[in-house]
């Protein structure tokens, strides 16, 4: 690799650790962000702003102006909130920033950045492999995994290596469609779902099934046989965990299935009692009484936290040995619908049907596959009915928005 290849390919070569540096410094992570951000004023200089004509940005930037409004005139916490809603609009810049570095100038490479990507996200499934089969449950850098049957890698006590998996994953698998490797996509799909499953992150584990379930359904120029192998093989890995693999087994089919929805808990209890049994069901309805009482504007960003306390007492089927009050409600529409009401959901709503929208009209675009996994995996992190993290929180929102980038290649006018 000589001088000139690095000069010509260093804003690939920077931007291909994004996974890296996301599962090891997320401050890291977010200084590449700025750093992209940065470049693409000195490209553009003064016409950055003739990306906010674009019809797209202008409903992110209206989403952004009301999370200001919301935190300055509704927060029952106003500095709390800011500190929440001032720094979104750097992810607004960052599409704006990778669409246009990658798609446009074409300065970052897009092959070579997928396949550093690739190759980070190899070793980290290698390095998840590793600690499951190390007697102490130690990682190749001696990281640990402060509970028991599940596995972080790389990330020692944080609980995200998953969502890196196939927040990144997605954009590989659709980008090796579009370039019709389907070995490669295969074959990478299947370490994927491998890893993610490694890790025993239950609600991870059912994204990435819905992810691949559809993304092959809808996958274009991919034979018949091809896509039945897949069903199969993706049949019996999945059961392959849920039978054999005993981790898998302890935390999908005894915890769940035997434990807490078996047929005589459920004869018992009607189902809101069983759901408020669940990990996080005290949570989800704390965060939906919240929003009963503030339904038009919310309590404001990042305010869950404080107001949660105030409504433990209006929980029908309390349960002191369950959480109730944590950061943020663990479900992505119960934190916009408690903490921005039901304007912060609607225009939120309006934001993913424009892209759900756009997927449906594109799907005899020769791009189509490309846009199909990320578009997918926005899907799973928002509309399913699952727990996830904060939608506000770096690690979340930085993986988030740039799939959201790889979608806005098709959405400019």
Known sequence: MNLSYLKK??????AGTYPLLMATSIL????????????????????????????????????????????????????LSLERSLPFIRFILLIVAFSFLTFEKKIIK???????????????????????????????????????????????????????????????????AFKKKFNQLIIFSFITLIGVFLTNERSNILKLIFILFFFFIFLKNMNFKKKIFIFFLTSFIILFFLTLHKPSYQRFVKEKIFNQFSYQDLKNKNF?????????????????????????????QKTFRVECQKYINTLKYYNPQLPTCSTHPHNTIIEIASELGLIGILIFFFIMYLVIFKL????????????????????????????????????????FW????????????
Not at 55 to 66: N, R, T, V
Not at 289 to 295: K, L, S
């Open 28 to 79: 890291f992570a977010e200084i590449l962000s700025i750093v992209l951000i940065l470049v693409i004023f000195f490209f553009l200089r003064g016409k950055i702003f003739l990306f906010f004509k674009n019809y797209y940005i202008k409903i992110l930037i209206i989403f952004f102006l009301y999370l200001i409004f919301n935190s300055l005139l509704i927060s029952k916490n106003i500095s």
């Open 9 to 14: 390919n260093i804003l690939t070569i920077i």
């Open 110 to 176: 897009i092959e070579l950045l997928i396949n550093l990507w690739s190759i980070t996200l190899l070793f980290l499934n290698l390095d998840l492999v590793y600690q499951y089969y190390n007697s102490e449950n130690k990682d190749l850098f001696g990281f640990q995994s402060p509970y028991p049957g599940r596995l972080s890698g790389i990330m020692g006590e944080e609980m995200k290596i998953a969502l890196i998996l196939y927040g990144f994953g997605s954009i590989i698998i659709s980008y090796f």
């Open 402 to 413: 740039l799939n959201f980038a790889f979608v806005f290649k098709f959405l400019k006018n």
């Open 272 to 300: 809101i009692e069983a759901i408020s049994n669940s990990n996080y069901g005290q949570t989800f309805f704390l965060a939906y009484n919240i929003f009963i009482d503030n339904i038009v504007f919310g309590v404001g």
């Open 360 to 399: 449906i009209r594109k799907n005899k675009h020769k791009d189509f596959n490309l846009m199909l996994g990320p578009i997918l995996f926005m899907i799973s992190q928002t509309l399913l009915p699952l727990p996830s993290g904060s939608f506000f929180t770096n690690y979340f929102a930085i993986i």
